[in-house]
């Protein structure tokens, strides 16, 4: 890592605030996502439609929660961590597990039970997926796993390891279509499609590299088109923008830069967010994930502290403005958060069991 690499990570951006962007959200209503007494599992990660949201839980189950209603039911399918979901055309709701197992659920249908299954061949366990914009391609990256005799016929690399991205044409997913196996050395912690171009599509992994490919024959060498290197652990990582013009990358070490997403030059390194309240006006622990808003044009970065709260900041060129404070519904880290700006209805879930709803 360069001098210059290691100054910009020291830095500590300097919050402003810009309190009128969004409305004043409160606390609605919360529910415990616990179904056994006396555990308390953590939230992993929520997703939503127009009227019910469901969250994943550290046990390996499903909540759903019609918060017009207030009913709230629970379901199961996957045998280890899920990992991910996605609502898909408001209606599909998919889910990726370390049990290798990608599940695709029809939330109209009265049984529950996945609609499809798609199997990573080996059941290399899964840890992120993105669907490309035209439904035809869903894309899967792994831990790093152990090489197969065939992923060692298809590398001359001394590597006994591989990170691997799986390709399944949803036309016809009885198998995978492709599999990259050389781009990353680490876990693929993140998969995104491009917003609009099918083919493009950005991978972020533990090594520190978010790669990016045009995907037209699965030809891993010839469609890596460019390199980001982070110089730190990607946790989130996706394109923004009216066009998916930029990629917003944010580490486990708490860095947050943007990039160019086709020439894959940094346009800003805010550098590390965290921030004391002792000396700033918000604590910032953590960062939750970026989420762009494209009726405003806005990037909105979330934030927690330990004591669960979540910041809810406006990305500036080169700084971060405080919005607002969502406060009183978390006692523990936040690990996830949904947002609708037409509404601004806000879910949010964490380490305490708790799935909490906010609104105006």
Not at 6 to 30: D, F, H, V
Not at 134 to 149: P, Q, R, W, Y
Not at 213 to 220: A, L, M, S, V, Y
Not at 230 to 256: M, P, R
Request: with cysteine; hydrophobic share 35%; net charge negative.
């Amino acid at each position: 890592m360069n001098i210059f690499l290691i100054e910009i990570l020291k830095m500590n951006i300097k919050l402003t605030q810009l309190p009128n962007l969004i409305p004043k959200i409160n606390l609605k209503n919360s529910r415990i996502l616990s179904s056994k007494e006396n555990e308390v599992p953590y939230v992993f990660d929520i997703v939503s439609t127009s009227s019910i949201c469901v969250a994943s839980t550290s046990d390996q189950e499903f909540f759903w929660w019609n918060y017009n209603n207030d009913s709230l039911g629970k379901f199961s399918y996957h045998t280890d961590t899920i990992t991910k979901l996605k609502i898909h055309k408001n209606h599909l709701l998919i889910s990726s597990s370390k049990d290798g197992c990608i599940a695709i659920w029809d939330l109209r249908a009265s049984k529950v039970e996945p609609a499809q299954i798609l199997l990573a061949p080996n059941r290399e366990p899964l840890l992120s997926f993105d669907i490309n914009s035209s439904d035809t391609i869903l894309a899967a990256g792994t831990e790093l796993v152990e090489k197969t005799e065939i992923d060692e016929a298809e590398t001359d690399e001394a590597d006994e390891t591989d990170a691997k991205i799986f390709f399944w044409d949803l036309r016809n997913a009885s198998s995978i279509e492709a599999q990259f196996i050389k781009s990353h050395n680490d876990d693929i912690t993140q998969i995104q499609f491009h917003p609009s171009c099918s083919s493009r599509f950005i991978s972020g992994s533990v090594d520190g590299l978010i790669c990016s490919f045009d995907i037209k024959n699965f030809d891993e060498d010839e469609e890596l088109v460019g390199v980001i290197n982070s110089g730190s652990s990607i946790n989130k990582a996706g394109y923004f923008g009216s066009n998916g013009e930029y990629v917003y990358c944010l580490t486990h070490t708490e860095t947050f830069s943007i990039w160019g997403s086709s020439e894959g030059d940094m346009l800003s390194n805010l550098g590390d967010i965290r921030q004391d309240s002792s000396d700033s006006i918000a604590q910032i622990d953590y960062a939750i994930d970026c989420q762009f808003d494209y009726s405003s044009n806005r990037l909105f970065l979330f934030a927690g502290s330990y004591a669960g709260e979540v910041n809810v900041l406006h990305v500036d060129v080169n700084n971060l403005q405080l919005c607002q404070t969502l406060c009183g519904g978390h006692s523990e880290i936040i690990r996830s958060v949904f947002w609708n700006p037409q509404t601004n209805l806000f879910l949010t879930g964490g380490e305490d069991a708790k799935l909490c709803l906010w609104g105006p």
